[in-house]
């Protein structure tokens, strides 16, 4: 009487000659933690520089407000106190609102350069683990066909 292969040992058989590089996840998340670094480090710069914008921003804005509140003796004065200070606050505000954009353009600048750098690595590794994976694949179809051919003929 014919025997019936045992095909699950052969799926195990098969499935333990399929080797896994753990390596590459590990080189992976380490690419990925550095380059969540860099994108952190670039964000906090850009943090702290826009705090020091705005607490110059505040200071310029508090010490023309002292104008402000001065007792004048005429109360034309008053009036050409606030429009001085208007016109003031509007020159200030174009300066800082600058000051801010040429943040964003260098946020905007690093991260596209930390972007292409890590495409640009992650595309040379994945080439490398295809490679790999691809001939360790190939040895492994081809003993694992070996083991199969062996047990079939076994059962015969």
């Known amino acids: 009487m014919a025997k019936t292969p045992d095909f699950a040992k052969t799926f195990q058989d098969m499935m333990s000659n399929f080797p896994v590089d753990m390596s590459s996840y590990q080189d992976a998340f380490k690419s990925q933690g550095l380059l969540g670094e860099k994108l952190a480090k670039v964000a906090l710069a850009a943090a702290e520089r826009s ?9 310029d804005t508090i010490s023309r407000m002292g104008e402000l509140a001065a ?22 505000a174009a300066e800082h609102m600058a000051a801010y954009a040429e943040v964003a353009k260098k946020v905007q600048m690093d ?3 930390l972007m292409l750098t890590a495409g640009k690595d992650v595309a040379a590794e994945a080439r490398t683990v295809a490679e790999t994976v691809a001939r360790d694949n190939q040895f492994a179809v081809k003993k694992a066909a ?8 076994a059962a015969k």
């Not at 705090?51 to 200071?59: F, G, L, M, V």
């Not at 007792?71 to 200030?92: G, I, M, N, R, T």
């Not at 070996?146 to 003929?153: I, N």
Request: charged share 20%.
């Open 111 to 113: 991260t596209v350069d």
């Open 71 to 92: 007792v004048k003796q005429e109360p034309s004065d008053y009036a050409k106190s606030l429009s001085d200070f208007a016109s003031a606050s509007a020159e200030v």
């Open 51 to 59: 705090t020091e914008i705005s607490a110059q921003w505040a200071k």
């Open 146 to 153: 070996g083991a199969a051919a062996a047990a079939t003929s």
